[in-house]
């Protein structure tokens, strides 16, 4: 028999008093996220480059009822991820769930065509600031027992052909990292998944180049996309990896796309 949820009198999704960061928070995917949690009562530290963002979604958290507290700055700086981890930990005592979201497009350049400005700094938003938030933020997350990471992957970490040869390289490299933290840390009670969207309404943009020259321009890449999905769908499912019915779920990435994955 299964062992029972640990707060069956308010369900498995329930957040009441947990600390939550998400980062690229103040848009799209991540505002959502924040929200989310909010609603389950979580403690929610928004974290963004964009000012005016953040503030805007931490007035909606804060109309929802819940703790909440801002961090603002460029996640690929060391300094800032500290700011984020030290500013959870003073304004909520600790941190449970860390929500690796924020990320950029590429320009859907080939690799023939990619400069190494667009590489560098794609790797180092998309994939090094990840890292140096988790490693930053894990002494805590072990301080719960029961700490959970959940990564905003993409579509273009499952394939060659939905993004540009920077993003794809540093989102497949977002999963690598997911397995590796789950297979690292299972037995000190935390969870580590990924989400993987497909083309999510949001105010991300291809960067530079709209045509692109990389896998954009491959006749039939557009229909296979499938229709684009609210922001709110992805926050669904990141929450439900970060919550306790999800607690035998870990190292998994979980396409949100409709499907377009199967095709
Ligand atoms: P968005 O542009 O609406 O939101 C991203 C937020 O991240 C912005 O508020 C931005 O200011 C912030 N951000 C970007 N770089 C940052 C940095 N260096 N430091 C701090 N904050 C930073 O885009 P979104 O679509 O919500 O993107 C969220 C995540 O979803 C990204 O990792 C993206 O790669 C992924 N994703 C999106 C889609 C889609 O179709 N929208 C599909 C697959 C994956």
Known sequence: MNSPLPHPATGPQDFAGR????????SGIGRATALAFAR??????????????????AALVGGLGADVVAVVGDLSEQAVVDRVV????????GLDVLVNNAGIMDSMAAVADVTDAEWERLLRVNLTAPFLLTRAALPHLLATGRGAIVFTASEASLRGS????????????????????????????????????????????????????????????MGNVGRPAEADTQAEAIVFLA????????????????????V
């Open 86 to 93: 030290a500013t959870a930990v003073d304004s909520f005592g």
């Open 243 to 262: 919550s306790d019915a999800a607690r035998n779920i870990n190292g998994a990435v979980l396409p949100v796309d409709g499907g377009w994955s199967a």
């Open 162 to 221: 939905a993004a540009g040869a920077a993003y794809t390289a540093a989102k497949h490299g977002v999963i690598g990292l997911t397995k590796s933290l789950a297979v690292t840390y299972r037995d000190r009670g935390i969870r580590t998944n990924a989400v993987a969207p497909g083309g999510t309404i949001t105010n991300i943009q291809v960067q530079a180049d709209p045509e692109g020259t990389g896998p954009r321009a491959l006749a039939g890449y």
């Open 19 to 26: 600390a939550v960061v998400v980062t690229g928070a103040g």
């Open 40 to 57: 389950r009562g979580a403690r929610v530290l928004v974290a963004d480059l964009n000012a005016d963002a953040a503030a805007e979604t």
